[in-house]
Nanobody, 119 residues
Framework: QVQLVESGGGLVQPGGSLRLSCAAS????????MGWYRQAPGKQRELVAT???????NYADSVKGRFTISGDNAKRTVNLQMNSLKPEDTALYYC?????????????WGQGTQVTVSS
């Protein structure tokens, strides 16, 4: 059962823009945080940006000022607007939904969408 559906990846030239979108299914009981992570070849998965249901955002230093995360709690969606893209932004981007129950974290992941920044 697919619980997170991503869209919007692709090939873009340096300096260009892309918008990623992710929708969470109702099978995820409740969501406290949604966000985007990425993994480049040979590297570990890293946080890109997160958004809590209260509206608090968090960004990796490498994307601050270039990427903007937004979402709709009612629709259970999260978007990532990526501007001024650089070749080092090339990676497989994963949508994440997190449920927090006390000290326990329940993470759900999308299948990933490829972003390639190249001339």
């Amino acid at each position: 059962q697919v619980q997170l559906v991503e869209s919007g990846g692709g090939l873009v030239q340096p300096g260009g823009s892309l918008r990623l979108s992710c929708a969470a299914s109702r099978s995820i009981f409740s969501i406290d945080v949604m966000g985007w992570y990425r993994q480049a070849p040979g590297k570990q998965r890293e946080l890109v940006a997160t958004l809590t249901t209260g509206g608090t955002t968090n960004y990796a230093d490498s994307v601050k000022g270039r990427f903007t995360i937004s979402g709709d709690n009612a629709k259970r969606t999260v978007n990532l607007q990526m501007n001024s893209l650089k070749p080092e932004d090339t990676a497989l981007y994963y949508c994440n939904a997190r449920r927090i129950v006390g000290v326990l974290l329940y993470d759900y992941w999308g299948q990933g969408t490829q972003v390639t920044v190249s001339s």
